[in-house]
Nanobody, 118 residues
Framework: QVQLVESGGGLVQAGGSLRLSCAAS????????MGWFRQAPGKEREFVAS????????RYTDSVKGRFSISRLYAKNTVYLQMNSLKVEDTAVYYC???????????WGQGTQVTVSS
């Protein structure tokens, strides 16, 4: 079992920045690829970014390329999503996920709300 706990969400003005954290626990959590997803009100959950278990490869959805950055710190077993130049349309609940074989993810966090005001 892998447990994931997100933090770092909040209210920010457009153009601002936030850094989300996802703390993972569990005996094998360091071997999982990690991803960030988001779900806006009335919309389906969508992929945002992912990083391989070794940290050598990252992927981003087109709408966040150049603004968001995913990283992981093994010493703290934590994955980060640095979000810069935030837009109103980035408003959503952001979820962290862990999976051995993406795009299938096996474990999910509870989510953290990000609200970007104009």
């Amino acid at each position: 079992q892998v447990q994931l706990v997100e933090s770092g969400g909040g209210l920010v003005q457009a153009g601002g920045s936030l850094r989300l954290s996802c703390a993972a626990s569990g005996r094998t959590s360091r071997t999982y690829d990690m991803g960030w997803f988001r779900q806006a009100p009335g919309k389906e959950r969508e992929f945002v970014a992912s990083i391989t278990w070794g940290g050598s490869s990252t992927r981003y959805t087109d709408s966040v390329k150049g603004r968001f950055s995913i990283s992981r710190l093994y010493a703290k077993n934590t994955v980060y999503l640095q979000m810069n130049s935030l837009k109103v349309e980035d408003t959503a609940v952001y979820y962290c996920a862990a999976g051995l074989y993406p795009p299938n993810y096996d474990y999910w966090g509870q989510g953290t709300q990000v609200t970007v005001s104009s």
